[in-house]
């Protein structure tokens, strides 16, 4: 989904290019599919820290994002179609956090064991297939960015997945 400032910018050239897809009968739904393995693509290289090479697949992915509407317009859009743009859309939204969060699960991901846990209520803490039980009377563990103890997680959870 392009801001409005840069579809109008580039609308010449999407219609350009729609119009010549739509000579050779490629569909909408393809150019979408296709955007959206390019976005993968890119949220692949992000998890392996090819950042040049991300940055330039998630920039033909938005174009192709732009450019499946215009091939819809110029021939017939259906809801079907405006529907797998958009799942797609959030699909690939989505993986772009998320191979931020593999390429560097130390700094960029979100606590991995989410456990919420109610007064009087017991929780699950499960790192690493190993699970610890998080009662109310468990210690109270100060979550920080780095932590000088060795083996420790940002969580305060030791690898094995013991709550420390």
Known sequence: MLDRAANAALMPLLQVCARGLVRAGVRADTVTLIGFGIG??????????????SLALLLVSRLADGLDGAVARLTQPSDRGAFLDITL????????????????????????????????????????????????????????????????????????????
């Open 89 to 164: 859309d959030f699909l690939f939204y989505a993986s772009i956090p998320l191979a931020f969060a593999l390429a560097d699960p130390l700094h960029n991901a979100l606590p991995a064991p989410v456990s919420i846990v109610f007064p009087g209520q017991q929780g699950v803490v499960a790192t690493g297939g190993n699970a610890g039980l998080l009662t109310r009377e468990a210690p109270a563990v100060p979550i920080t960015a780095s932590d000088p103890v060795a083996g420790r997680t940002p969580l305060g959870l030791h690898s094995g997945g013991n709550l420390v």
């Open 40 to 53: 993968i693509a890119a949220a692949v290289a992000i998890a392996m820290q090819h950042y040049a090479l």
